[in-house]
């Protein structure tokens, strides 16, 4: 049972469009993390999401809290080619286990055509 | 940034024969991880470790063990290599703000 859930799986832009991408779990997050992953390197770190209804806004990346903690969004305006990569959602303690541990959602891959 | 570094990078081995994949960092960091990633499961921990000699399973520990004789590196073995363990290998550290990863270890066992 996957516990972090990523949508879609797959999306493929042009230059200059808007793009959201989801991460939902059927638990409470206690936080969440974004993470972008460039082919041939590890996941880097985006942002870390606490309290629920946070906005946090990075240059054209916006990421959004569920209220309720069990949801997250990145939203993307208009997407560059840079952009392009494998988005994941991550959290800590969602499996009941240590909260020193973080759970991956599977990602969405994105590729922003030029 | 936080300075982690996997070695080696690329290797290739023969089904049967055990293989040690090394992680260091330069922060003096307390937790470590090993992950590993393969398509359509995503990142799966495999083990950890919260200090020196202190280490513990993730969800797929099964044919791996690790080391950690000192805080700056974590070894990940694999006893007697499998084809299934055919994987992209990454260590990572908890820092304040979540986790640095290494660059990974692109392990084929054929």
């Not at chain 2, 690329?10 to 293989?19: A, F, R």
Request: net charge neutral; proline share 4%.
């Amino acid at each position: 049972t996957q516990l972090l859930e990523q949508s879609p799986q797959f999306l493929s832009i042009q230059e200059g469009e808007n793009l959201t991408v989801y991460c939902n779990s059927s638990s409470v997050f206690s936080s969440l993390q974004w993470y972008r992953q460039e082919p041939g390197e590890g996941p880097v770190l985006l942002v870390t999401v606490v309290t629920g209804g946070e906005v946090k806004k990075l240059k054209r990346l916006t990421f959004q809290f569920g209220d309720a903690r069990k949801d997250s969004s990145l939203h993307i305006t208009a997407a560059q080619p840079g952009d392009t990569g494998l988005y994941l959602c991550a959290s800590k303690g969602i499996s009941g286990g240590s909260n020193y541990k973080l759970t991956f959602g599977k990602g969405t891959l994105l590729t922003v055509n030029p | 940034d936080a300075g982690i570094t996997q070695s080696p990078r690329h290797k290739v081995t023969e089904t049967g024969t055990p293989v040690t994949l090394r992680c260091h960092q330069t922060e003096n960091h307390r937790y470590m991880y090993w992950y590993r990633q393969d398509p359509g499961h995503g990142l799966r921990l495999i083990h950890y470790s919260y200090g020196v000699k202190d280490t513990d399973k993730g969800e797929v520990s099964d044919g791996y063990s690790v080391s950690r004789s000192k805080t700056e590196d974590f070894l990940l073995t694999l006893e007697s290599a499998t084809s299934s363990q055919t994987s992209v290998y990454f260590c990572a550290i908890s820092g304040l703000y979540g986790y640095t990863f290494g660059s990974g270890t692109r392990l084929t066992v054929v």
